[in-house]
Nanobody
Framework: QVRVVESGGGLVQAGGSLRLSCAASGRSFSTYTLGWFRQAPGKEREFVAH????????YYADSVKGRFTISRDNAKNTMYLQMNSLKPEDTAVYYCAADPRKVPGSRYAYWGQGTQVTVSS
């Protein structure tokens, strides 16, 4: 069992940066695939990025590639999402997710409550 809690959201102007954190509890955290998803008002939840258990493999949605960086620190049981060059269309609730499978797709087993990111123009 893994529990994940997001933090770091807030209000930022377009072009600015934020770093989200995802703190996890659970003995198997270091073996889990971790991902970030987001949901904007009136839209479905969408994939943002994921990172493999070792941190050696990452994958990004085209909409954030080159602007966002996902990373993890297994010693601290924490995952990060560094978001640069933010745009108003990045406004959403951002969710952290964890899954024991290597490629969980969108069906992660464990989800956080979300943290709001608002980008003003």
């Amino acid at each position: 069992q893994v529990r994940v809690v997001e933090s770091g959201g807030g209000l930022v102007q377009a072009g600015g940066s934020l770093r989200l954190s995802c703190a996890a509890s659970g003995r198997s955290f270091s073996t889990y695939t971790l991902g970030w998803f987001r949901q904007a008002p009136g839209k479905e939840r969408e994939f943002v990025a994921h990172v493999s258990w070792s941190g050696g493999s990452t994958y990004y949605a085209d909409s954030v590639k080159g602007r966002f960086t996902i990373s993890r620190d297994n010693a601290k049981n924490t995952m990060y999402l560094q978001m640069n060059s933010l745009k108003p269309e990045d406004t959403a609730v951002y969710y952290c997710a964890a899954d024991p499978r290597k490629v969980p797709g969108s069906r992660y087993a464990y989800w956080g409550q979300g943290t709001q990111v608002t980008v003003s123009s």
